[in-house]
């Protein structure tokens, strides 16, 4: 037995259950007793925070642990959709996931959750899923991070797969982290990168760190699943094949997965073509060059005059000159238009990460040195507020 219990210490206070990930503790006679089918031997209980008394020593055995973890099975992906529409970076999943899993001879599962949404799921498998999981149930019609997360956990739980892939979304990073902790494992967020060791399982998740100075391969070689969040538009969208045919399995939406710290009272919409930078093909972002917040309606014409949606620099959100959900970079939305047209905006490493992959760059910059200047496909050099203007009078 790996984990033992010194039942001269244990005062059966009932700590260790709390803290165990997979309920692989229990109390008996006010002692605590290991459940040994359930215990995946993540080491959790022996850590000394657990236990106040001592009474709880692991003992780790490296063959017994690997079996555990060979129970582990199939790549998941979380099918996050919004008002019953599957959201593109879950395409994107899909095929990494189908890429992963046929590495290692192995399936793709879509976990659909919300209200409705069954009709989705011929999609999520024409575009490589070979199952999908749905909870729908009233309780689910709204992104909630504690109901959500609390769903989420118990089918891991009970199906076990190898790896979780999520988009690296505002609801993926609220509900992913929650989802690791409750079952005990890793997460790397905002991967860039993902591939398999087709023996081992073991994942490869990239991203930028430092400040997207270096690119850093994370592994989670100790605990199941292994979860990682992944940008939208830095991966290819799987294409739809509509002769595949799949596995829908049905789960109930428990009572117990309401328990939530939060309460959603309402649910505002913001409109699309002012936000939607990650689906635009033609992007015009103003930077600190902009010099104040009204003069942003000249990007806004631009945008009209070609059909684009409006970005910007951290430093122009910073300023309150336009909201957070137009950021462009490490910290804002990664982009992948067409053509990005860059007014303003130096070109600092943290915001050309966000969008160097686009088609076509376009840098407006009185700066002929400006980093964006260098990287861009067409540097203009010059007085955005003289050169503007005259592309709006061209396009018109
Ligand atoms: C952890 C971290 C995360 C970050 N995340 C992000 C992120 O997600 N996105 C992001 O953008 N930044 C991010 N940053 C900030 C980033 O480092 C830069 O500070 C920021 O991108 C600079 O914005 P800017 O180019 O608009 O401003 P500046 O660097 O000040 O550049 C302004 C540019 O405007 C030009 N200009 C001025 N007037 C005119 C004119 N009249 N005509 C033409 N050109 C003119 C100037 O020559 C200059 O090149 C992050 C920083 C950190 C530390």
């Not at 997965?257 to 689906?279: C, G």
Request: glycine letters at 10%; a neutral charge; charged letters at 20%.
């Amino acid at each position: 037995m790996p984990v033992i219990i010194d039942k001269d210490k244990c005062t059966g206070c009932g700590l260790c259950v709390k803290a165990c990930p997979f309920k692989a503790l229990l109390i008996v006679d006010k002692l605590a007793q290991v459940d040994e089918a359930a215990c995946t031997m993540c080491g959790v209980c022996g850590k000394p925070r657990v236990c106040p008394f001592q009474a709880i020593e692991v003992r780790l055995d490296k063959a017994k642990r690997n079996r555990k973890l060979d129970e582990y099975r199939n790549v998941w992906v979380f099918a996050e959709q919004k008002k019953g529409v599957i959201q593109g970076v879950v395409y994107e999943l899909l095929g990494k996931a189908r890429q992963l899993a046929d590495i290692r001879q192995q399936q793709v599962w879509a976990v659909l959750l919300g209200r409705n949404v069954g009709h989705t799921t011929q999609d999520l498998i024409a575009r490589g899923a070979d199952g999908v999981i749905v909870v729908d149930d009233p309780a689910l019609e709204h992104f909630e991070d504690g109901a959500y997360s609390n769903v989420l956990t118990r089918l891991i739980r009970k199906y076990k797969p190898e790896a979780v892939l999520t988009g690296a979304t505002a609801i993926g990073r609220s509900l992913i982290p929650r989802v690791a902790v409750q079952v005990g494992t890793g997460l790397t967020a905002d991967c860039t990168g993902l591939d398999i060791d087709g023996e081992t399982g073991l994942l490869r998740q990239t991203r930028p760190a430092f400040g997207g100075n270096i690119m850093a391969t994370i592994l989670c070689p100790n605990h199941r699943p292994q979860m990682a969040t992944v940008r939208h538009k830095v991966m290819p969208e799987a294409q739809p094949d509509s002769s595949r045919t799949g596995q829908v399995v049905k789960e109930a939406f428990d009572p117990g997965d309401s328990f939530s710290l939060s309460r959603v009272l309402e649910a505002i919409t913001i409109p699309e073509d002012t936000v939607n930078i990650t689906e635009a093909s033609i992007i015009i972002s103003g930077g600190r060059g902009m010099k104040k917040p009204e003069n942003f309606a000249l990007l806004h014409d631009l945008a009209k005059a070609v059909g684009g949606a409006v970005g910007a620099s951290r430093a122009a959100v910073d300023e309150g000159w336009i909201p957070y959900s137009h950021q462009v970079g490490q910290t804002g939305k990664t982009v992948n238009p067409k053509v990005y047209i860059a007014c303003g905006i130096s070109g600092q490493i943290q915001h050309l990460i966000g969008m160097q992959s686009a088609d076509i760059i376009v840098a407006i910059n009185k700066d002929p040195d400006a980093p964006m200047m260098k990287i861009a496909t067409f540097a203009l050099c010059g007085d955005l507020f003289e050169i503007i203007p005259e592309i709006i009078r061209q396009a018109g």
